[in-house]
């Protein structure tokens, strides 16, 4: 193996590139349908996978460096590459749903690496991220529950699994004025958070829905069920009926506004879960999703990426 398969990140030298990986594989690889026994025969349970990949999710295209592994994801360095050289690349993969924005590199960008970082002495184009463990602002401190005399109105929102088509979804939102930028954006639904006390969990008076504060780390629909299935034996905050909240229930956490965490939801909840899986299908095909981030239900395969998770029960 030559030089060019590995690269010096600050005060360590990665094992080598893996050049076929891309983000799609490394979720097939890695995460989908549980397990070890699934991962490719020469990659070890144990063993971590470097490979590089296009970041679109702001502004500007980025090219990163990932450290892969059995339930493990982490970007280890940023490539300072040209922007137009990543451009094309993000180009030629064609359009994207909402949330799949990491892309495979192509033979440009690979050349480029290797002759002006892998072969190259300076190391300058190669920035280390370095994880820093920010304290999430969850917000002002909630109303307690046991101190609160609900007096405002209450609605009941369906909890079961439903098959929504595109041509109902506007309709969907308009019934119960939820806020969605695409279908509805003079939404607004009136909440009534209180705190139960144990910090992990709110409750919605106005819909008699209890939430997790955080959630559940993006997966694939059928691991998000066996997650679910697994804390619920754990009993999360003593209860073992958590579930996969409806679409209605879902945007009924949707804020019109903003907020300081650059996302449209209550500050009482995490910024972490962008977007989150709904018990709820389309028809013809595909599973529906609300995105916090983007203030906008969507669609798509319930697969590569997958999603995240915010569970409720009902109170």
Same mark, same amino acid.
């Not at 922007?83 to 690979?110: P, Q, R, W």
């Not at 905050?237 to 300081?260: Q, T």
């Given at each position: 193996?030559? @030089? ?21 594989? #490394? ?10 026994? !699934? ?25 990163? *460096?990932?450290? %892969?592994? $059995? ?13 137009? @050289?990543?451009? #094309?690349? $993000? ?9 799949? +924005? ?10 480029? &690496?290797? /002759?002006?970082? *892998? ?21 002002? #401190? *909630? ?10 109105? %209450? $609605?009941?929102?369906?909890?079961? !699994? ?20 695409? %279908?509805?954006?003079?939404g607004s639904f009136e909440n009534s958070f209180v705190d139960p006390g144990d910090g992990r969990v709110v409750v919605d008076q106005r819909t008699g829905i209890m939430w997790q504060r955080a959630g559940l780390d993006i997966t694939a629909v059928r691991s998000m069920k066996r997650k ?8 999360? /905050?003593?209860? !073992? ?22 996302? !449209?939801?209550? &500050? ?13 299908? %389309? ?9 916090? +981030?983007?203030?906008? /239900?969507?669609?798509? #395969? ?12 009902? $109170?």
């Amino acid at each position: 193996m030559g @030089m060019f398969q590995k690269l010096e990140i600050g005060d360590t030298v990665t094992p080598e590139i893996d050049w076929e990986m891309t983000p799609d594989l #490394s979720f097939g690889t890695f995460e989908s349908w549980g397990g070890r026994e !699934h991962v490719r025969s020469n990659v070890s349970a144990i063993d971590r996978v470097y490979y590089f990949f296009v970041d679109n999710w702001e502004d500007e295209a980025k090219l990163c *460096l990932m450290e %892969r592994g $059995v339930k493990h994801a982490k970007v280890v360095a940023e490539i300072k590459a040209p922007l137009e @050289m990543l451009e #094309s690349c $993000v180009k030629k993969h064609g359009t994207s749903s909402l949330f799949e +924005k990491s892309y495979a590199i192509n033979d440009e960008i690979k050349e480029w &690496l290797i /002759a002006n970082v *892998l072969q190259s002495d300076d190391t300058s184009a190669v920035i280390p991220v370095y994880e820093e463990h920010e304290v999430e602002d969850m917000g002002p #401190s *909630l109303p307690l529950l046991a101190e609160t005399d609900f007096k405002g109105e %209450r $609605v009941s929102l369906s909890k079961e !699994h439903s098959f929504i088509n595109d041509d109902e979804i506007s309709d969907f939102m308009k019934k119960w004025n939820f806020y969605d930028g695409d %279908r509805n954006t003079e939404g607004s639904f009136e909440n009534s958070f209180v705190d139960p006390g144990d910090g992990r969990v709110v409750v919605d008076q106005r819909t008699g829905i209890m939430w997790q504060r955080a959630g559940l780390d993006i997966t694939a629909v059928r691991s998000m069920k066996r997650k679910i299935e697994q804390l619920n034996k754990d009993g999360f /905050a003593g209860f !073992h009926d958590w579930r996969m909240p409806s679409m209605e229930e879902a945007m009924s956490l949707m804020d019109k506004e903003v907020n300081s965490k650059d996302i !449209h939801l209550n &500050l009482c909840f995490s910024k972490e879960q962008p977007f989150i899986f709904v018990n709820a299908q %389309r028809k013809p095909g595909g599973y529906w999703y609300v995105d916090y +981030k983007h203030g906008r /239900a969507f669609w798509s #395969s319930g697969t590569i990426p997958g999603g995240f998770g915010r569970l409720c029960r009902s $109170v």
